[in-house]
C-alpha cells in the first residue's frame, strides 16, 4: 500500500527547530519528486519545498535559508529540518508525492503533522 | 504567480451544478494546473491536473477547463460529499496555491 506518515511535529519556541519526517511506504522515495505543504490554522494551503528525483531542492522564500529538505533513500524517507521557527511557521505539515513528472500535483499525501510555534 | 479563486463561498443544493474559477496573475500553462478537494481534517486530494485529466479515481462528474490565466473547475451534479474547499495550484512557477472556495450545502 502506497502511504505516507509524517512525524516530528511538537511545540517549540520561537528560534528554535524542529526536524519532521515523512516514512514512505509502497513505493521508492527517490524515484520521485517529493513536496512539503503546510496549512496555518484555518487557512489555505502553502507550498513548502520540493525534493527533485534528481536531488535538487527548491523552497518557499518564506522558508529559504532556514528549512532544509533533505532524502534518505537507505530508509526511503524524507525530511525537513526546520530552524528560527517564528510563529507564522505554526501550522500542519504535509508530506506529498509529486509523481514521477513533475508538474502534475501530488497525488498521495501523508495526514500531517502539526508544528506550533509559542 | 497569485491564484485567486472564486467564489469564496459558494452555497448549492446536491444536484445542482458548481462551478469554480481560478485566475492566475501571469500566464499558467496548461500542463501546470491542477485542482485539490479538502475535507475538514483531511489531506488534500488530487482531483485534476494539467488543467483538465481526472486524477485517478475520481468521479466523471469532476471536469476542468481552461488555459492561460482563467482555469475552471466544475463538478455537474452535486453529490453530499463534494461538499468541501477546493483549491488550484499552479506550476508554472515557484508552485502557489489559490486561497480555495468552500462550496457549502444551500
Known amino acids: 500500500e502506497v502511504q505516507l506518515v509524517e512525524s516530528g511535529g511538537g511545540l517549540v519556541q520561537p528560534g528554535g527547530s524542529l526536524r519532521l519526517s515523512c516514512a514512505v511506504s509502497g513505493f521508492t522515495v527517490s524515484s520521485y519528486y517529493m513536496s512539503w505543504v503546510r496549512q496555518a490554522p484555518g487557512k489555505g494551503l502553502e507550498w513548502v519545498s520540493v525534493f527533485y528525483s534528481d536531488g535538487r531542492t527548491y523552497y518557499a522564500d518564506s522558508v529559504k535559508g532556514r528549512f532544509t529538505i533533505s532524502r534518505d533513500n537507505s530508509k526511503n524517507t524524507l525530511d525537513l529540518q526546520m530552524n528560527s521557527l517564528r510563529a507564522e511557521d505554526t501550522a500542519v505539515y504535509y508530506c506529498?508525492?509529486?509523481?514521477?513528472?513533475?508538474?502534475?500535483?501530488?497525488?498521495?499525501w501523508g495526514q500531517g503533522t502539526t508544528v506550533t510555534v509559542s | 504567480i497569485v491564484l485567486t479563486q472564486s467564489p469564496g463561498t459558494l452555497s448549492l443544493s446536491p444536484g445542482e451544478r458548481a462551478t469554480l474559477s481560478c485566475r492566475a496573475s501571469?500566464?499558467?500553462?496548461?500542463?501546470?494546473l491542477v485542482w485539490y478537494q479538502q475535507k475538514s481534517g483531511q489531506a488534500p486530494r488530487l482531483l485534476i491536473y494539467a488543467a483538465s485529466s481526472r486524477a485517478t479515481a475520481i468521479p466523471d462528474r469532476f471536469s476542468g477547463s481552461g488555459s492561460g490565466t482563467d482555469f475552471t473547475l466544475t463538478i455537474s451534479r452535486l453529490e453530499p460529499e463534494d461538499f468541501a474547499v477546493y483549491y488550484c495550484q499552479q506550476y508554472e512557477s515557484s508552485p502557489s496555491f489559490g486561497q480555495g472556495t468552500k462550496l457549502e450545502i444551500k
Open positions: 501571469q500566464s499558467v500553462g496548461s500542463s501546470y
Open positions: 506529498a508525492r509529486e509523481g514521477r513528472t513533475y508538474g502534475n500535483g501530488m497525488d498521495v
